[in-house]
């Protein structure tokens, strides 16, 4: 229930995380590309939605050093919520942000949880990082940036997770580099744990209520 798409471009060619004219610059190269990128997204989404109900993208990215060289140690997670919003309490997520407004739309309009439970609950997807031992952000131990720098989701998490027309959802995923990217050691242990994560996110979020 998951779609994976690879994009081998650099970015310095080709940023499939920005809207079509921004992301190819004109280059009618780069253009075809992104017009690729994006149909077998499309694609996969189709499939997904007429073979399980619903689905996920996950947009991945790596966030390195901040400009005062501090490194923060957890995935950000990105819901399209923006820093100032995730400072508030639980109460003001629920009473004052639409659900529409979030990447996870179409989960939050099915299910009875709360914006607030599902973003950084004890059962949210950063919560589920942290268990399996990867700090994240937010999670029901980071649950707000603070005035720390944070990536909040781009174009991809905007498309694939808003439109209501399509019963799917999508959640930038931004890894730090030490403990997750570091060797080839800490990328094999994270990418086990990885799949362990996204399986108790299926089982808790996907599993009982899409039928």
Request: glycine share 6%.
């Amino acid at each position: 229930m998951a779609a994976f798409v690879i994009n081998n471009l650099k970015r310095t060619k080709l940023d499939a995380n920005r809207d079509r004219v921004e992301a190819a610059q004109g280059n009618i190269y780069a253009e075809r590309a992104f017009d690729e990128f994006h149909f077998y997204i499309d694609v996969a989404r189709d499939e997904i939605i007429q073979n399980f109900n619903t689905g996920l993208l996950f947009d991945i990215h790596g966030h390195g050093a901040n400009p005062d060289g501090y490194v923060d140690p957890r995935t950000w997670l990105g819901y399209l919520l923006s820093a100032d919003e995730l400072d508030n309490s639980d109460e003001y997520l629920d009473q004052n942000l639409s659900i529409n407004e979030t990447s996870l739309y179409s989960l939050l309009y099915n299910s009875n949880e709360s914006l607030s439970s599902v973003i950084r609950g004890q059962n949210s997807l950063g919560s589920i990082f942290e268990r399996y031992g990867y700090e994240a952000l937010p999670s029901d131990m980071s649950p707000s940036p603070e005035g720390m720098r944070y990536f909040s989701g781009g174009y991809n998490t905007v498309v694939y997770g808003t439109d209501s027309d399509y019963n799917f959802n999508a959640i930038q995923l931004e890894f730090p580099y030490p403990t997750i990217r570091d060797n080839q050691n800490s990328i094999n242990a994270f990418a086990e744990a990885f799949s362990s994560v996204i399986h108790d996110y299926f089982i808790t979020y996907f599993n009982n209520i899409f039928v």
